[in-house]
């Protein structure tokens, strides 16, 4: 499995705004496999570039060329639309691969378990890593929970990791822990 999961902030990523949190099926999944999730600064989609790409992509040669009657016309040649692109764009970042021929490559790592969707995953260790810019407030939020910070780091990028079995977030630049909060978990939601 990968050592890396790198996601986006969108709330589906990250979990629930009943639970703050708590973590989705996505990120409790690769815990279990040992695969860290790693969460780009908000507001940065340069970071994601072959997602943006590809929403790029979709704009321009899909949505902007074609008339759609119904919701129904739409879904039907959005799946064909995906399953042409999906075969034919290269994407340099990709090393010049499809997004067919990555998944191809994708399918020599196998889970350990296919898990039970009617059962929540259990999350019992790893560290799930958010990378953020301090501003001039010198605040950080993590999971809808906000943290004050050394003034030492505005103006900088850190890494705030939460260490599941240990229920902390630590605060780090450079290698060098700054801080160390208490985060507790929920281990149900």
């Not at 969108?10 to 496999?33: K, Q, T, V």
């Not at 296919?114 to 953020?132: N, S």
């Amino acid at each position: 499995m990968p050592d890396y999961l790198q996601l986006d902030n969108e709330l589906s990523f990250r979990g629930s705004n009943r639970y703050p949190r708590s973590f989705c099926s996505l990120i409790r999944l690769a815990l279990s496999e040992k695969t860290t999730p790693i969460f780009i600064p908000p507001a940065e989609p340069w970071r994601n570039g072959v997602i943006e790409k590809f929403n790029d992509n979709v704009q321009r040669y899909f949505l902007n060329t074609q008339n759609f009657t119904n919701l129904k016309d739409l879904q039907d040649r959005a799946v064909e639309f995906m399953a042409f692109h999906n075969q034919n764009h290269r994407y340099s970042t990709l090393g010049g691969k499809t997004p067919a021929q990555i998944v191809s490559d994708l399918n020599r790592f196998k889970l350990k378990a296919l898990p039970d969707p009617e059962e929540k995953i259990p999350m019992e260790e790893g560290e799930v890593v958010f990378i953020r810019f301090i501003r001039s407030d010198c605040k950080i939020r993590i999971l809808d929970t906000q943290f004050k910070i050394k003034r030492e780091l505005m103006y900088s990028y850190v890494v705030a990791r939460i260490i599941i079995q240990k229920h902390i977030l630590l605060i780090e630049r450079d290698q060098k822990i700054y801080h160390v909060f208490p985060f507790l978990m929920p281990v149900d939601y």
